[in-house]
């Protein structure tokens, strides 16, 4: 059974930046396809980004790509979300999410196999 452990979210001002780290355990978790969703206060989670087991290809949503960036690092199991400008309305949990196979669309939280617990990410303005 695979486990994801977010960490790094906070407290920031506008415009600091956070690195988001989200760790895998159990099972075959280098093959896995990872992604990063959030979720502010009364909303529906919404997908992020997304990378391949093997890093090569990764996909950010336009409205936070030219902020965000998705890596991982399979010798340490890990997926990171780089976030930099960030913006009041930026405020939500952050969750890791993976699937055993990339499933089609990438932006469904149905496609996903493993959830982490999330980690809150606040900025003040």
């Known amino acids: 059974q695979v486990q994801l452990v977010e960490s790094g979210g906070g407290l920031v001002q506008a415009g600091d930046s956070l690195r988001l780290s989200c760790v895998a355990s159990g099972g075959t978790s280098r093959t896995l396809f990872m992604a990063w969703f959030r979720q502010a206060p009364g909303n529906e989670r919404e997908f992020l980004a997304c990378?391949?087991?093997?890093?090569?290809?990764?996909y950010v949503e336009d409205f936070v790509k030219d902020r965000f960036t998705i890596s991982r690092d399979n010798d340490n199991n890990a997926v990171y979300l780089q976030m930099n400008d960030l913006k009041p309305n930026d405020t939500a949990v952050y969750y890791c999410?993976?699937?055993?196979?990339?499933?089609?669309?990438?932006?469904?939280?149905?496609?996903?196999?493993?959830w982490g617990q999330g980690t809150q990410v606040s900025v003040s303005s």
């Open positions: 999410a993976a699937s055993r196979v990339p499933r089609f669309p990438y932006i469904q939280t149905s496609s996903y196999d493993y």
């Open positions: 990378i391949s087991s093997g890093g090569r290809t990764t």
